[in-house]
């Protein structure tokens, strides 16, 4: 069964500030990785997504990913009041399944 | 943007009673997922559905049922709802595999059972 973790529970950062949310996962067939943000009583929304590995840049977000390190990260650039929330990082194993496992979370929150 | 409708949107149930989920989405997607979300366990996948008529158990399937009377509709049903039950539950749908790889969430339904 995929094991999907994330790395930092949470994290406070000052405005301005360049961060990383990290996520490992277990089962080296896995295809799909992403990310989905969730606000304070919100349902989780898609961040973004990646397939292959590399980089994927989408405005001050950018998703890294390293199969053979069964690792993926999202780097966040000057960070915003309106980035505070729930992170999800999430991993859709290869054939066969259509199961999205998620991460249990990372809270990120802004220094007031 | 995709569509997912739950309801209720809040719901208290007693020990022992019968409670029904129902999710509703108009994006013609073929899959469809119910989660729970407690704190310092994440999302956690309960049951899915392929299409109507199709349900498959997920990580957590115990003390739950599913059913897919269509394509639009996914139900969770708790024949017999316990206190370890009370959390927040989640419905998605996506169509992995074809044309939306995105999973799209309800608001979700905030459960709490006596």
């Known amino acids: 069964q995929q094991k999907v973790q994330q790395s930092p529970e949470s994290l406070i950062v000052p405005e301005g500030a360049m961060t990383s949310l990290n996520c490992t996962f277990s089962?080296?067939?896995?295809?799909?990785f992403a990310w989905y943000r969730q606000h304070s009583g919100k349902a989780p929304k898609a961040l973004m997504s990646?397939?292959?590995?590399g980089e994927k840049e989408e405005g001050r977000f950018t998703i890294h990913l390293n199969k053979a390190s069964l690792h993926f990260s999202l780097h966040i650039r000057d960070s915003q009041p309106s980035d505070s929330a729930l992170y999800l990082c999430a991993v859709r194993t290869g054939t066969g399944s259509n199961r999205l496992t998620f991460g249990k979370g990372t809270k990120f929150s802004l220094i007031p | 943007e995709a569509a997912v409708t739950q309801s209720p949107r809040n719901k208290v149930a007693v020990t022992g009673g019968k409670v029904t989920l129902s999710c509703n989405q108009t994006?013609?997607?073929?899959?469809m997922y119910w989660y729970r979300q407690d704190t310092g366990h994440g999302l956690r996948l309960i049951h899915y559905?392929?299409?109507?008529?199709?349900?498959e158990k997920g990580d957590i399937p115990d003390g739950y049922k599913a059913s897919r009377p269509s394509q639009e509709n996914f139900s969770l049903i708790l024949e017999l709802a316990t206190p370890s039950q009370t959390s927040v539950y989640f419905c998605a749908s996506d169509d992995w595999g074809f044309s939306q790889n995105t999973l799209y969430f309800g608001a979700g339904t905030r459960l709490s059972v006596l």
């Open positions: 990646i397939f292959s590995n």
């Open positions: 994006n013609n997607h073929n899959n």
């Open positions: 089962d080296s067939a896995s295809q799909y």
């Open positions: 559905s392929y299409g109507a008529g199709s349900t």
